[in-house]
C-alpha cells in the first residue's frame, strides 16, 4: 500500500511549468489557481491581458507564480510569440492545458431563430474558437514537447461531445471534434515522437459560465430557465458544477498519477452522462 508521502508525489504538481489557454475564463482561471497553489508555474495565455492579470495578481497574492501572456489562439504567431516569452520566464513548458472556447448566442437556436437561420459567421466563430483554437495552442506549444519527448496536454472538450444537446448545434460538433482529435493526436504523440507525451481531455457536464448563463437563469429573475431545470432533473447530483469540481480530475490527468493514461475523454459531469433519464 502507498504511503501518503508516495500518494501527495505521484500527484504533484510542485515546479511544474503549466500553460492555460482561455485562462482569464470562469473555470481556467479557478483551475489556474488550484495548481499555482499547489507549486505549479502559470502563464495565462488569453486574448484580454486585462482580466489575465487580475488572475495573476490574485495567485501572486497567495504567494503563487504566474504571468500573464495576451495571445489570440487563432493566431499562431501570437501563440509563437508567447510561447517564447513562457520559456523565457517558466522555463521549459511541461503541460498545456487548452482552456479557450465557448459559445455564442447568434450560433444558438431558439423560439425567434430556426436553425436554417443560424448566420454562418457565427457557426463559423464557434467552430474556430473550440476546435482550431485547440489546435494551433497543440501545434506550437506541443513541437519543443516532441523535440523532448516529454509533456502534457489537456483539452477541454464538454458534455455536448457525449450527447449532443439541442440549440447549440456549432458547439456541439466544436467539441466532438475536440474529443477526437484528443484522441488522435495521444496517438500521434505517442508513436512518432514519445510515449511520454500524454493527450487527454476532460468533459465537463453543466457549470455556470458567462457563455451559458443566458441558456440557464432568466435574466430578468435570476430564476432557473426551462432548460435549466431540465438539466438539474437529468443530472443524479442534482446541482450544476462548481470551478473547483474539475481540480481533482485535472491533477490526476497532468500528474504521474496517470503516467499510464492517454488518449482519454473524462465526464465531471455529476453523473449526467450516465443517466437515462428513467
Given at each position: 500500500m502507498a504511503t501518503q508521502e508516495q500518494a501527495d508525489h505521484l500527484f504533484s504538481v510542485e515546479g511544474k511549468s503549466i500553460v492555460v489557454t482561455g485562462g482569464a475564463g470562469v473555470l481556467c482561471s479557478e483551475l489556474a489557481k488550484g495548481l499555482a497553489r499547489r507549486g505549479a508555474k502559470i502563464a495565462l495565455v488569453d486574448c484580454d491581458s486585462s482580466r489575465a492579470g487580475e488572475v495573476v495578481k490574485a495567485i501572486e497574492a497567495e504567494?503563487?507564480?504566474a504571468i500573464a501572456l495576451q495571445a489570440d489562439v487563432l493566431d499562431p504567431n501570437d501563440l509563437r510569440d508567447a510561447c517564447a516569452r513562457a520559456v523565457r520566464s517558466l522555463g521549459q513548458i511541461d503541460v498545456l492545458i487548452n482552456g479557450a472556447g465557448g459559445n455564442k448566442k447568434e450560433a444558438t437556436c431558439s423560439a425567434e431563430t430556426s436553425f436554417f437561420d443560424l448566420p454562418r459567421e457565427a457557426i463559423q466563430w464557434v467552430l474556430d474558437l473550440n476546435c482550431v483554437g485547440t489546435i494551433l495552442p497543440c501545434q506550437v506549444f506541443?513541437?519543443?514537447?516532441?523535440e523532448r519527448g516529454e509533456g502534457i496536454i489537456l483539452n477541454l472538450s464538454s458534455m455536448n461531445a457525449f450527447r449532443p444537446l439541442t440549440n447549440i448545434a456549432a458547439y456541439s460538433a466544436a467539441k466532438a471534434a475536440v474529443s477526437n482529435f484528443t484522441q488522435w493526436l495521444a496517438t500521434y504523440m505517442a508513436q512518432r515522437h514519445s510515449p511520454k507525451i500524454r493527450v487527454n481531455a476532460i468533459a465537463p457536464g453543466f457549470f455556470l459560465t458567462q457563455q451559458n448563463r443566458f441558456l440557464l437563469v432568466d435574466e430578468r429573475t435570476g430564476d432557473l430557465t426551462p432548460r435549466g431545470r431540465q438539466i438539474l432533473g437529468h443530472t443524479p447530483m442534482g446541482?450544476?458544477?462548481e470551478p473547483d469540481d474539475l481540480l481533482g480530475t485535472v491533477l490526476w490527468l497532468i500528474?504521474?498519477?496517470?503516467?499510464?493514461v492517454t488518449g482519454v475523454v473524462v465526464p465531471v459531469d455529476g453523473g449526467f452522462n450516465a443517466y437515462s433519464g428513467v
Open positions: 504567494g503563487g507564480a506541443g513541437r519543443p514537447m516532441a446541482r450544476f458544477g500528474s504521474d498519477a496517470s503516467r499510464f
